[in-house]
């Protein structure tokens, strides 16, 4: 049985926050657009440093995707070294191979010099191989990975586990965490000595002038020396990123088993092929299994579900009880590479995005490096992940989604896109029968919204924004709810 709640066990087993809305005109030395796990790692590490910050999230810090991922803490990116020396090349694979291995150890020493408990655990990584082709990518990827001095080894089989693997290649000294309880902390951590936390305040639009730039929020403003754009997709400055991210939803479980939990993080080559780990919370103990990555394009409905992967995960293990289950996006960098660093042409504005499912080690990598670049600090890692690497923006794969113009016989608690004097509509029915109507066309770059019959929510195909039934952003990059309408029944 599948709970009927979407709760992941992160967001379930720690306390709410409640930080207030910003009601007043602020100044500070830096302005943090975003409270996940990018916002406020840097914001620690440039509070650490003596700078004032102020930090702001449209809903709550900590429950967007941060609140909603797997949080395995490795430098083991699938298969990504083979790729990065080939594609770019030796230099910059090794940049991205000690970044990332800094991340780990640096999470290690934040958690214990500021006392932490957030269930860190040390705990192998391994990327498996259930094909022969698939092996062989593995092989080439060990080579590189050895190259590297990264802390790799090959393995033929894959004790406690009924999956029939050609082998797989394993990461020593990787982590895990409770990601919640460790971000609450932090949070903690920075919300005092005049640094600030906001959360229900929306930062719509950014003025950048040479000496500083001003956050609009709905809210107040907020004057900053230097603003950092942490929201996953960059809401600010569309037409840079819109041809280069995409987001991309996957889903997840925290499952009981009848049998003892595999020791190791574990992530397969194909699609249907499972990423699991066990998470032990003092005597408690569950594993996180998820599977299942697609745009919320057209197939989303008619190919993903929970259902499937529930039938995933019990061709493999034994499942006493599915106690939790949810779902999330992230953004992923065409060049499979985050943007960490000033925006292109700007002294005063900086973005990171980009993680591609690797936020973890990737948001502390980012961390340093801002705050290196706003401190005047050289950072060697800078060249590899600077957002300048954008060629100029083009829209080209935009895709414009939705037809419209469906007849409008909606069940209850159902939603279509419907045409009405040339203007698409976004039409719901409640369970009541009562009608809501709003317009169709994201507010983010104009393309249309489908319904999304499982979550009930309008998802934007093009840069994966959501809204709810009424037409509220529930997920950027929007910052504008769809306006109301009118309909004739
Ligand atoms: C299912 C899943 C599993 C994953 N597993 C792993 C893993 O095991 N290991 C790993 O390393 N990575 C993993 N990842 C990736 C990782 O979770 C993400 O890369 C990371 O959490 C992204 O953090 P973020 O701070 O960029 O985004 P978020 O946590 O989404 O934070 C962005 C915040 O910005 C706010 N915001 C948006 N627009 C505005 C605005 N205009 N004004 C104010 N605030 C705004 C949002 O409300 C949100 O709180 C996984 C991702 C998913 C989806
Ligand atoms: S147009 Fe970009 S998310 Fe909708």
């Known amino acids: 049985m ?81 790729f990065l020396k080939n594609s770019i090349d030796k230099k910059k694979a090794q940049i991205y191979a000690d970044s990332n291995q800094w991340a780990i150890k640096e999470y290690e020493k934040i958690i214990k010099k500021e006392n932490i408990g957030c269930d860190f655990h040390h705990m192998p990584s391994y990327v498996y191989a259930t094909t022969k082709n698939g092996f062989d990518d593995i092989k080439k990827e060990f080579e590189v990975t050895r190259e590297l001095n990264l ?33 609450l902390a932090i949070a903690g951590k920075i919300n005092t000595d005049g640094c600030y936390i906001f959360e229900k305040t929306t930062a719509t639009d950014i003025q950048e002038t040479e000496e500083s730039c001003k956050i609009i929020t709905d809210k107040k403003n907020i004057k900053a020396k230097y603003v950092i754009i942490a929201t996953n997709f960059p809401f600010y400055s569309k037409e840079i990123f819109s041809s280069q991210i995409r987001q991309e939803l996957s889903y997840v479980f925290a499952v009981r088993l009848n049998t003892k939990i595999p020791e190791g993080m574990f992530i397969g080559l194909n699609d249907q092929d499972l990423s699991f780990r066990p998470h032990v919370s003092g005597k408690k103990a569950w594993m996180t299994v998820g599977a299942i990555h697609h745009f919320l394009d057209e197939k989303y409905t008619a190919q993903v579900d929970y259902e499937q992967l529930y039938r995933y995960a019990t061709k493999i293990f034994d499942i006493k009880s599915v106690d939790y289950k949810w779902a999330a996006q992230d953004s992923y960098a065409k060049d499979r590479l985050p943007y960490i660093g000033f925006m292109p042409k700007s002294k005063r504005v900086l973005v990171t995005t980009g993680y591609s499912a690797w936020g973890m080690t990737t948001s502390l990598v980012s961390a340093k490096l801002l705050s290196d670049l706003i401190t005047g600090k050289k950072n060697e890692w800078e060249s590899l992940y600077s957002p300048s690497r954008i060629k100029k923006a083009n829209n080209k794969n935009v895709p414009r989604a939705g037809k419209g113009g469906e007849k409008m016989d909606l069940k209850p608690n159902e939603g279509k896109i419907v045409e009405e004097n040339g203007e698409k509509l976004a039409v ?62």
């Open 428 to 489: 719901y029915k409640d369970e009541s029968g009562k009608v809501t109507a709003v317009s169709a066309i994201c507010t983010h770059m104009g393309c249309t919204v489908g319904w999304n019959n499982k979550d009930k929510t309008w998802d934007c195909p093009c840069h994966g924004s959501r809204y709810d039934k009424t037409g509220k952003v529930i997920h950027g990059p929007a910052v504008k709810n769809l306006s109301k309408k009118e309909i004739e029944l």
């Open 151 to 183: 802390p790799s080894s090959i393995i033929y089989s894959a004790d406690n586990l009924s999956l029939d693997i050609f082998g797989a290649i394993r990461f020593d000294s990787q982590a895990y965490f409770h990601p919640r309880k460790y971000l």
């Open 2 to 82: 599948l709970p009927s709640k979407v709760e992941s066990l992160w967001m379930a087993t720690t306390p709410e926050t409640n930080f207030p809305e910003l009601d007043r005109h602020i100044e500070t030395d830096v302005a943090i657009v975003g409270g996940g796990i990018a916002g406020l790692n840097v914001a620690f590490l440039l509070k650490r440093k003596g700078l004032k910050v102020v930090v702001i999230d449209s809903t709550y810090i900590a429950a967007g995707t941060s609140g909603n991922t797997t949080a395995k803490i490795t430098s083991q990116h699938h298969l990504k070294y083979a």
